[in-house]
């Protein structure tokens, strides 16, 4: 109905697409699907990963040997190195999945700012937020550029001596 009004009014069928309000919630529907996908996908690779699954691999000749790695059988190496592929991959999903669920629990939060707005003490949080959002930007602007350069003095100073501020990856 809304959507009827607002192209009725504006003659486009993009007016109600491009609101802000409505692109949080449609982006919000993106991600929950994506996070539905990711864990399907990851609950399967899983499975199929400890039907596979050896709790004991024969890399070595001799079992009383501490650990000599030039002693290792190459087919059972090969076999067990692949399985920790798999879980560095399964864990590699699961870091994926539960970055897509903080990007999902934080626009849910936007919503709800968004959508008790109408109410007329729990809307001044939402109301307060539409009016300061140009001086918010404008703190958010300097927030980045500050960290930025202080990013890489970090690592002007300190990268070659210290691994931690070696690179911008966190």
Avoid: W
């Avoid at 996070?35 to 890399?59: G, N, P, Q, T, W």
Wanted: charged fraction near 20%; charge should be positive; hydrophobic fraction near 50%.
């Amino acid at each position: 109905k809304e959507y009827k009004l607002l192209k009725k009014k504006t003659n486009s069928s993009l007016t109600y697409f491009l609101d802000a309000g409505n692109m949080v919630d449609l982006a919000n529907y993106a991600i929950v699907f994506v996070c539905i996908v990711l864990h399907i996908v990851f609950f399967f690779s899983a499975h199929e990963m400890l039907k596979k699954a050896r709790y004991h691999y024969d890399v070595y000749q001799d079992y009383n040997a501490v650990g000599r790695v030039l002693q290792m059988e190459r087919t059972e190496a090969i076999k067990m190195t692949r399985f920790f592929r798999e879980i560095n991959k399964l864990a590699e999903l699961r870091g994926l999945f539960e970055n897509m669920l903080a990007i999902y629990l934080i626009l849910v939060c936007i919503q709800l700012i968004k959508n008790l707005s109408f109410h007329p003490y729990l809307g001044v949080v939402s109301h307060t937020l539409y009016h300061a959002r140009n001086d918010m930007l404008f703190f958010l602007f300097l927030l980045i550029s500050v960290n930025v350069i202080y990013a890489f003095l970090g690592t002007v100073l300190f990268g070659s001596t210290v691994d931690s501020f070696a690179t911008f990856v966190v």
